[in-house]
Nanobody, 119 residues
Framework: QVQLVESGGGLVQAGGSLRLSCAAS????????MGWYRQAPGKQRELVAT???????NYADSVKGRFTISRGNAKNTVYLQMNSLKPEDTAVYYC?????????????WGQGTQVTVSS
């Protein structure tokens, strides 16, 4: 059983910063890619940023230059540093992982953490 647990969401004023964390646990052999997605009310879930096991990163255009994704030393954790937050960043943020588990491969989602940016 693989679990992704997110933390770090909250309420912040526009221009502020938040740092999200996600830790993967369970019968994991290796993690190929981890990422963050978000879903605002009435909208589809969208990619925010991803990072591969080789540390290649990919960002949505809307967050480039403001958000930074990184992996922890343990490699089963991923962080999202969010700076210069805007009201349009308000959403539930979900952690996602493509991994090799025992046995097989899998794609997993966390439960989500709310980020609210006030104007």
């Amino acid at each position: 059983q693989v679990q992704l647990v997110e933390s770090g969401g909250g309420l912040v004023q526009a221009g502020g910063s938040l740092r999200l964390s996600c830790a993967a646990s369970g019968s994991i052999s290796s993690i190929n890619r981890m990422g963050w997605y978000r879903q605002a009310p009435g909208k589809q879930r969208e990619l925010v940023a991803t990072i591969t096991s080789g540390s290649s990163t990919n960002y949505a255009d809307s967050v480039k230059g403001r958000f930074t994704i990184s992996r922890g030393n343990a490699k089963n954790t991923v962080y999202l540093q969010m700076n210069s937050l805007k009201p349009e960043d308000t959403a539930v943020y979900y952690c996602n992982a493509d991994l090799v588990e025992l046995p097989g491969v899998g794609n997993y989602w966390g439960q989500g953490t709310q980020v609210t940016v006030s104007s």
